[in-house]
Every structure is written in structure tokens, then in C-alpha cells.
């Protein structure tokens, strides 16, 4: 899942950051509400983490925003505040919920397990592919009991093309889902990455089609 994370306490930032990144999501993250408005403005976010008290805009600016272009990407939102007053005007202009600082990671991990499940609730929770079952939540896929051993990246390659059966992802959709703005990436990693995949979903009867000038396709089982 790709996440913003708007958050201007740099150790703060950098604890989420990493704990996110270690449960193979794709984290942003930036330090004022300015590049979180613009961000969210032009990127696809599966979440967005929004701390109040933040530089240029607060988070509940960037929030008020966000819903005003009628955008339903959830939002988690992060605040020293711990007053009824603040926690209704967040849920008022459409948060989806609201943690206090401090908090632990733990913690936070449950709350962006919560909202992830609910946003994506109407495509359940595991996903079925002929003999491949997906498990979105403990992040796992079996073939008929036998697991595969998959890294966080091709984890997360799978999660973006298994959702979108029958739809062409492009190189520029998985570049955006799977590697953070500062990650380097060579100019060809997503082809390795799909190879790589495609090896290890062969015994599967599951395959990723090459659609030449366009990107990659999960054809519907039969």
C-alpha cells in the first residue's frame, strides 16, 4: 500500500517511517502541509497521515482540502491536541481517525492496519487466483497450503496487480506504488522485479502478461 506521511518532528517522522517501510508499504513522507497538499493533489495515496500542528498549512488545512476535491483516501491524523473540541473538528472535516502523541507504533500499525482493511473491505481480505490465495492482512500467499517466499517488493507487486485483474498496470503505476520519492532505483528494476515474480508464481498457474507500450496484466483465472 502506498502511504503519505506528513509529519514535521523529524524522529517522529523517521520512527513511522521505518516501521511502515519494515510492513512493505510504500511510505512519502514530507514535513510541511504545503508538500502534503501537493502531494495528495497528484499522487494516489491508499493513506494519508496527517499531523496538526504542521508548518504553512496545518494538517487540518491539508485535510480540508483533500476533501474538498472530493478524494475518499482515508486519513489517520497525529496531534499533541487532546481536546473533544479538536478530535470532532478533525472528524468533522472527514478524518477517519485521530491519534494523540504520544503513542506507540504498535499502535499506530493497528490503526493503519484498521483503515487500510475498511478502505478496501468491498475486496475482502484475501484475495483468490485460481490455486493462489492472498492474504492482504498478514501480507502472505499460499499455493494450495505451500507458501511463497516473496520479498516486501514483490509482495507488494503482487497486492497492486492481483487487485487489478484485468486491468492494464502501467511501469509508472508500479515505479509510483512500490519505491519512495528518495529510494533509488535503477532503470530497470520493475522489469527484474516482475521477472523475478513471474519465476516464482510459474508453479502458481498465476501469470503477469507483458502488454508491450502499455505494462503488465493479471488476466482473470478460469
Known amino acids: 500500500m502506498r502511504i503519505l506521511l506528513a509529519e514535521d518532528d523529524e524522529m517522529l517522522a523517521d520512527a513511522i517511517f ?22 495528495l493533489s497528484s499522487g494516489d495515496y491508499d493513506l494519508a497521515i496527517l499531523d496538526i500542528g504542521m508548518p504553512i498549512y496545518d494538517g487540518l488545512e491539508v485535510l480540508r482540502r483533500l476533501r474538498a476535491r472530493r478524494s475518499e483516501t482515508p486519513v489517520l491524523m497525529l496531534s499533541v491536541r487532546d481536546s473533544i473540541t479538536d478530535r470532532v473538528a478533525g472528524l468533522d472535516l472527514g478524518a477517519d481517525d485521530y491519534l494523540t502523541k504520544p503513542f506507540h507504533l504498535f499502535e499506530l500499525e493497528a490503526r493503519v492496519r484498521a483503515l487500510l482493511r475498511r478502505a478496501h473491505a468491498p475486496a475482502g481480505l484475501e484475495l483468490t487466483h485460481g490455486r493462489l490465495q492472498i492474504d492482504l492482512v498478514g501480507r502472505r500467499v499460499h499455493c494450495e497450503q505451500r507458501s ?44 527484474v522485479l516482475v521477472h523475478r515474480l513471474r519465476k516464482k508464481l510459474e508453479p502458481t498457474g498465476s501469470d503477469i502478461r507483458t502488454i508491450r507500450g502499455m ?6 483465472a478460469n
Open 18 to 39: 521505518r516501521t511502515l517501510s519494515q510492513n512493505a508499504h510504500r511510505v512519502d513522507s514530507v514535513r510541511d502541509g504545503q508538500q502534503a497538499n501537493d502531494a
Open 148 to 191: 511463497l517466499e516473496l520479498t516486501s517488493k514483490e509482495f507488494a507487486l503482487v497486492e497492486l496487480l492481483f487487485m487489478r485483474v484485468g486491468r492494464v498496470v502501467t511501469k509508472q503505476q508500479i515505479i509510483d506504488h512500490l519505491y519512495g520519492w528518495e529510494e533509488g532505483m535503477a532503470s530497470n528494476a520493475v522489469e
Open 215 to 220: 505494462g503488465y496484466l493479471v488476466d482473470p
